[in-house]
C-alpha cells in the first residue's frame, strides 16, 4: 500500500505556509484562512516558536545549488 507523504513548510520571514507532496514533486501554497489545529501551529511559529512534529531533517539553503553541492546554509 503506497501513501503520499506531505510536508507542511513555513519558512522564517514568510508569514505563508507551503505543502510539498512528496508522491508527486509539487509545492503549492496553503490559501488562508487556516484552522483548527494547523492555524494554531502557525500562529505559535508566526510569535518565534519552532513547530516539528514527524521531520528529522529539515535545512534551508540560498539556493538548490549549494544543496546538490553538499552546502548547508543557517
Given amino acids: 500500500m ?3 507523504q506531505v510536508v507542511v513548510i513555513g ?3 514568510d508569514d505563508g505556509l507551503w505543502l510539498a ?3 508527486t514533486g509539487s509545492v503549492t501554497r496553503i490559501n488562508e484562512p487556516l484552522t483548527g489545529a ?3 501551529a502557525n500562529d505559535h511559529r508566526n510569535a518565534g516558536a519552532t ?3 514527524g521531520v528529522n531533517l529539515a535545512v534551508r539553503a540560498n539556493s538548490a545549488g549549494s544543496v ?3 552546502f548547508m546554509d543557517g
Fill in 21 to 23: 507532496d512528496l508522491g
Fill in 68 to 70: 546538490s553541492g553538499g
Fill in 11 to 13: 519558512v522564517e520571514g
Fill in 51 to 53: 513547530v516539528v512534529k
Fill in 2 to 4: 503506497t501513501t503520499t
Fill in 38 to 40: 494547523l492555524a494554531s
